[in-house]
């Protein structure tokens, strides 16, 4: 369908009125970040208690989860590019609206069958940091893009930390549907919230969506992502998996093919096959392996048996308290990652951020006995995801025209899902593959989580080696700051510009 003529202006508002908006417009996406990352994890601590709650088999159950990743990694560049189509505000409200309702749907019902559906419903508020973090380019003024940028991506942190613990206490002390009640009341407040605040973007890209296109990428990703999340419980070698991954070559094959015909792509490869965007890519899905290591890792070895000899026996509630100064560091430390980014670029950023999850991987292999030395490697492996997450979106800044932001920040955080996911079944082979009997039950030994860490070092070690290859430009340099002051780069900079 054609691209929607604009949006007639609404009434003008007050100068104070409006003034008080612009500075609103940060803090507003920034919750909303927040909140789309609570709502990632909010369902963990209920994992083991809702075959009981639902009549269902565990299987089912873990389809909650499953769901949710499958729909936001397919939504995530679809929504994306509609929002560079048809305004990144429209957009956004849809894909926050979608996780709100979700919610509601979840605290009205146990029926398994119906939380799936709604759980597939809020895997849409995955778009909400690409779409986000593209309203700050067309709104704020260069020098302040970064700081912005960083601020957003740390919420993903920030959120997925007060998840855990705060669901944990929901499922302790009261009904598990009123955690879904409240975060459908935030959701709402959310959506009142970015009607007010968020400006709609000017920029648009002509032209006609690409349905084909959509429907191809969907087909291919749920297939690849099917047999990524699902290998472990299958098995990597049975039927089904093999001709999942057999599917996902195929159609993704045929829909590069196609999109490479198409006037008017989903996702413009040419353009995202570029050094300067296909390589932060490429660091997006490796940084996302070695991040999501962290929080899969640290939860379960806080919480084996002290048996073990090297479990800690913590409950759910006091693994998310270790998790929490992570999430707080990442918010903190963004200011310091968006001043490096300023000084040296983003790419150093990111190569930087990569190095230190990777030191932080090497603090948890030197000792991972003590709660302390545990928390502190976890910590510093957040630290470097602050600097790397928030690097990410900046170099895709920099390198597309305005009217392709939305859409290309999509592909990438389409890449941290896709890192992510093969994190979590690469750390459940080697656990699996790593076990001991402690009171007649197969328990990961601690050599198996060592090598977890290992494994996840080595990743960052190469993503840290993937960002130093990314070609620099006049627009890494950002601002240049000289006798105090600071003098913006133009953004027309761009590769082959």
């Known amino acids: 369908m054609a691209s929607p003529d604009p949006i007639p202006p609404p009434a003008a508002p007050s100068p104070g009125s409006r003034g008080l908006r612009a500075r609103l417009t940060l803090p507003v996406l920034a919750y909303c970040g927040t909140l789309m990352a609570v709502m990632q994890t909010i369902v963990v601590p209920l994992l083991p208690d809702l075959p009981r709650l639902t009549g269902a088999s565990a299987g089912a159950v873990s389809w909650m989860v499953t769901a949710a990743l499958l729909s936001g990694a397919v939504l995530t560049p679809v929504l994306g590019r509609a929002g560079d189509m048809y305004g990144k505000r429209r957009v956004l409200l849809l894909s926050f609206g979608l996780m709100a309702v979700g919610s509601v749907i979840c605290a009205m019902t146990s029926h398994i069958g119906v939380l799936i559906a709604a759980r597939t419903l809020q895997g849409a508020a995955f778009s909400v940091i690409p779409l986000a973090i593209s309203i700050l380019r067309d709104e704020l003024p260069?020098?302040?893009?970064?700081?912005?940028?960083?601020?957003?991506?740390s919420t993903v942190g920030v959120g997925a930390a007060?998840?855990?613990?705060?669901?944990?206490?929901?499922?302790?002390?009261?009904?598990?549907?009123?955690?879904?009640w409240v975060t459908g009341l935030l959701g709402a407040v959310g959506?009142?919230?970015?009607?007010?605040?968020?400006?709609?973007s000017p920029e648009r890209r002509a032209?006609?969506?690409?349905?084909?296109?959509?429907?191809?990428?969907?087909a291919g990703l749920i297939c690849l992502l099917l047999a990524v999340t699902q290998g472990g419980q299958w098995?990597?070698?049975?039927?089904?998996?093999?001709?999942?991954?057999?599917?996902?070559?195929?159609?993704?094959a045929l829909w590069w093919r196609v999109q490479l015909r198409t006037p008017e792509p989903l996702v413009d490869l040419r353009l995202a096959t570029r050094p300067r965007v296909g390589l932060s890519h490429v660091a997006a899905l490796l940084t996302g392996f070695a991040f999501y290591a962290n929080s899969l890792v640290t939860a379960q070895l806080v919480q084996a048996p002290e048996a073990t000899g090297y479990g800690l026996g913590l409950d759910i509630f006091q693994t998310g308290l270790c998790l929490l100064p992570g999430g707080i560091s990442m918010l903190l430390f963004s200011r310091l990652s968006a001043r490096i980014s300023d000084a040296r670029g983003p790419r150093i950023t990111l190569a930087l951020g990569a190095s230190v999850i990777a030191t932080g991987y090497a603090v948890r292999i030197a000792d991972s006995h003590e709660l302390w030395t545990i928390m502190v490697g976890a910590t510093v492996v957040a630290v470097g995801t602050t600097l790397a997450y928030s690097a990410l979106p900046a170099l895709i800044l920099r390198a597309v025209p305005a009217d392709q932001t939305a859409s290309a920040n999509g592909v990438n955080v389409l890449m941290r899902?896709?890192?992510q996911a093969a994190s979590s079944a690469v750390v459940a082979a080697v656990l699996v593959h790593h076990t001991g009997l402690v009171g007649g039950l197969p328990v990961p030994t601690l050599h198996g989580y060592l090598l977890a860490f290992g494994v996840a070092g080595a990743v960052a070690l190469a993503a840290c080696a993937v960002a130093l290859t990314i070609?620099?430009?006049?627009?890494?340099?950002g601002t240049r700051r000289a006798r105090g002051r600071t003098r913006p780069v133009a953004d027309g900079a761009l590769e082959g510009a």
Not at 191 to 200: Q, S
């Open 162 to 180: 007060l998840g855990l613990p705060a669901a944990a206490l929901v499922v302790q002390y009261a009904n598990w549907h009123v955690m879904f």
């Open 207 to 218: 032209g006609r969506f690409d349905v084909p296109g959509a429907l191809g990428l969907a």
């Open 191 to 200: 959506v009142a919230l970015i009607r007010w605040a968020a400006p709609e």
């Open 417 to 419: 899902t896709v890192g």
């Open 235 to 252: 098995g990597w070698d049975s039927v089904p998996v093999l001709s999942l991954f057999l599917a996902a070559v195929v159609v993704l």
């Open 142 to 153: 260069p020098q302040r893009r970064n700081a912005a940028v960083a601020l957003m991506s």
């Open 471 to 477: 070609p620099g430009d006049a627009g890494s340099k």
